[in-house]
């Protein structure tokens, strides 16, 4: 099991580059080239992630999706450089930041502080940050909440808040990770046209991950199925819906119908092996 | 890097924002608390109350004669005297404050660093984490033999109990914070780039912030209790302390004047508590949200 590893990843305190880190061929922000993981040793080894490939285009909007156990959560962490592949490389050009499900807030900092934070970790000057900071917070249309601290906002603010901190550490490539997952309809739908809105103004390249088959074509330009225990990738689907799309529309009602299909295919199969 | 939007969009975003901070104002409205004085009222009537029923409770066994009232004073004899010796505990309590704080800094410093290397090594957990919660067992008195052979009868013999009695409980209070901090905020400071000390300084302490904090409350406790046995224990000649007033007044057999000593020590150790350890607790679980708003 011990094939080759590449990891390239530019470290967090250094500025972005502008040009890709050597090593990284493909020019694509995100390369998983055959990326393996198993958690534990030999005897109880627990395969996460089976050879799975996949490129993230400059600029693209991929949702990841799958049911339970396909090692969601591992593929984010492994882009993000939280964890290291077992077997296959992971090539990552451009600045990562993940977002989170839950309260990842650090709950005793306002939301300005929490942003703040992220600055401070990149040794943004002290003079720099406030400015950065309102902006950051007036691109998420939180003006006037500043000083609330995440216990006194909803889950929509609070997770407006997350979306904030991850742009202040000024990163080309956002990570999602079930990010509205917790949230009611109504503040979703909003919180959907909100993402659109800074991918499409800032030039972000987004890999999201979601169990929501809906949200992932209301959303995406390419939906990624992947198998459960182990992760695989099993098909792809190309979304052509013009934006802005809307959730409860045909198109999308289709389209997440034929893939709901396949997924269904794919939790049977587990049915048949047990 | 940024695109420019069409006018078309530019109208959606308008809109989005408008339907955003409308659902913003109806998720944040909060309904205000009662007012201060009611506040202060509704905590200060129970504690009046219970005083005024110890004072019954006490006048009614003086009354009833179980010990001559001068063995068993009713409260005002003791009264009197707590008045009458007033400057001079109020000196004693100065010394033996002064004691406390200095003890229970140097505490501070020893619990805090023990424990954040405690809680972030892994062999030093199994080495000497076990023996911390042992030192926090164990009674203070116990101490004092071997702090007097070491220290001869004087200031350094109760300073060592204090800082003994202390520092176990603060260690104690800051590793099981560390160990109960939610995986989802180490894992956003990693994201965010805290390493080591950034890490410790911006994210570890501050989420352990509320259990490290009972730590010092529970740590501040049992540095007083220490101070007092000390000073009953280690008499040094010449020197006012709340300890000595105590031993003075029962070599004096003065009921009255222990009795009102020791409602000093009490009163002293209610006010640190209440005042400085239980503000910040209050206000460290407001902070955090670990208030539940429905119940407060």
Redesign the interface.
Known sequence: MTRPQAVERPR??EPAPDVPPPGVASGAPISLRAASKVFGHAGDAVPALDAVSLDVRSGEFVCLLGASGCGKSTLLNLV?G?DAPTAGAVEVAGRT??M?Q????????TAQGNVE??L???RVPKAKRRARVAELLRVV??EG?ER???????G??RQRVQLA?ALA?GA?ILLMDEPFGALDA??RD?LH??IE?LW????LTILFVTHNVREAVRLGDRVVLLSSRPGRVVAEFPVDIPR?RRIESHPVADLAATITDELREEVRRHGEEA | ???K?DNG?GA??QL??R???G??HL??A?PSGPSRASRIWAAAWPKLLAIALVLIVWQLVVWSGWKPEYVLPGPRAVWDSFVENFSTNMDAAWTTLQRGFKGFAFALVIGTIVGALVARNRVLRSAIGSLITGLQTMPSVAWFPLAILLFQLGEGAIFFVVVLGAAPSIANGLISGIDHI?P??L??G?????KRW?AFR??IL??A?PSFVAGLKQGWAFAWRSLLAGELIVLIPGQFSLGQQLDANRQLADSAGVISVMIVILIIGILVDALLFGTAERKIRR???LVDTAAA
């Open positions: 967090v305190d993000a939280l930041t993940l989170f839950e309260a990842a807030l650090f709950p005793w900092l934070l992220a401070k970790l990149q249309h939180l909440f609330k601290l995440p216990h006194e906002l909803s929509g603010m901190r550490q080309d109504m503040t909003l046209d909100e809105r499409r103004e800032q030039g802005p | 890097m940024a695109k939007p969009s959606r975003t989005l924002d339907e955003l901070s659902l913003d998720e944040t909060l939610q989802i905020l894992r956003a990693r994201v965010l780039g805290a950034r911006y994210v501050p989420a912030l902070r955090y949200g």
